[in-house]
């Protein structure tokens, strides 16, 4: 109901035979760049959910070139209710490198608002399946659905971080023409979240997954130029990951800046951060830079690179007057 698959991907939606992924395979292998690892992925649909001879199909396609070694393993997407005994079994024989899941939420009053067709009952039997067929799984959430909250897109990133995925995906609920969620926006039933809450709750729900060990390998929708069109409304951005982490670090700032403590919070303050972070820490446009400035008016802040510093560290030196 909220996903256009061919908007999205800018494709009509269709099943390819075993020729086509050959060939797609063939023409990826035909340019030359040094590569160590090369997966397969069937991406943009419910891989699990195809009848069981597409998916013998799908995967008999990629076996010449596992047994030729060019190619190392396969990956896919699906949804948490077509991850079955059966169909484990199924593509056993196979090396899958990562089950991605779409789970969206672990809020069953919001997956039955949005008419997703599972529950957080599926999803936590399809990564307990996963696990006992030692198979890595990832997961996909989304923020901004109907129905939900901050508070709640939080707490579907710590339930599934107990469960330990290897890794997760985060998207920004947008709002796709010729979709139900297209409709209750056109009809005022519902409203999409901005961009800054969209960035705010995506880096809460990052630093649960960070934090838990399970890495963030997407935030944000990438969409093609082509594709904009596509879009009516919804907190996109071309650098939305990038935003992202900008919040976090903002926020480190905010908080070390507070623990130098109110008789220290004025005259001249260094952010020093590793160099390949700096137009992280300054923010889009130097947006944090500015937004820390308002907070604490009385202090003159400068971004200091510092090599020595770990990626992701921002150290704050107060310089005496």
């Known amino acids: 109901m909220f996903c256009n698959q061919t908007a999205i991907t800018g494709q009509k939606a269709f099943l390819p035979d075993a020729p086509c992924v050959a060939g797609i395979i ?14 397969v992925a069937f991406f943009g649909g419910n891989f699990l959910g195809l009848a069981p001879g597409q998916i013998s199909d799908l995967l008999a396609s990629v076996r010449p070139f596992l047994n030729t070694g060019v190619v190392h393993g396969i990956r896919f997407s699906t949804r948490p209710d077509t991850v079955t005994k059966d169909r484990l079994e199924q593509i ?3 090396p899958v490198s990562l089950v991605e899941l779409g789970v969206q939420s672990m809020d069953d009053q919001v997956l039955a608002k949005v008419n997703r067709g599972h529950t957080r009952k599926d999803t936590c039997r399809a990564l307990d399946l996963l696990g006992a067929f030692n198979m890595t ?10 129905g939900d ?5 939080v707490q579907t990133a710590q339930t599934l971080a107990v469960m330990q995925p290897k890794t997760a995906r985060i998207y920004p609920a947008l709002v796709l023409k010729n979709t139900l969620l297209a409709r209750w926006y056109q009809q005022g039933t519902y409203q999409p979240l901005t961009l800054d809450q969209a ?16 890495t963030v390998i997407r935030m944000g929708v990438h969409v093609s130029d082509a594709q904009m069109g596509s879009i009516l409304a919804g907190p996109w951005h071309p650098a939305f990951g990038h935003l992202v982490l900008s ?28 160099p390949s972070r700096e137009s992280r820490l300054r923010g889009d446009r ?36």
């Open 149 to 153: 909250t901050r508070e709640g897109v």
């Open 92 to 94: 056993g024989t196979y």
């Open 247 to 274: 919040r976090i670090l903002y926020r480190q700032t905010i908080r070390k800046i507070q623990a130098l403590g109110t008789s220290q919070v004025s005259g001249r303050i260094q952010l020093r951060i590793h």
């Open 199 to 214: 960035v705010d709750i995506t880096s809460r729900a990052y630093g649960v997954f960070n934090q838990a060990g399970v």
């Open 26 to 39: 063939e023409t990826y292998l035909a340019h030359s760049m040094p590569r160590s690892r090369v997966e």
């Open 286 to 321: 130097n947006s944090n830079l500015r937004r820390v400035e308002k907070k604490f008016p009385g202090m003159d802040f400068r971004v200091w690179p510092d090599p020595a510093l770990a990626m992701d560290q921002v150290k704050i030196v107060k310089i005496p007057a």
């Open 137 to 146: 799984a990832g997961v996909q959430i989304m923020a901004g659905l109907p």
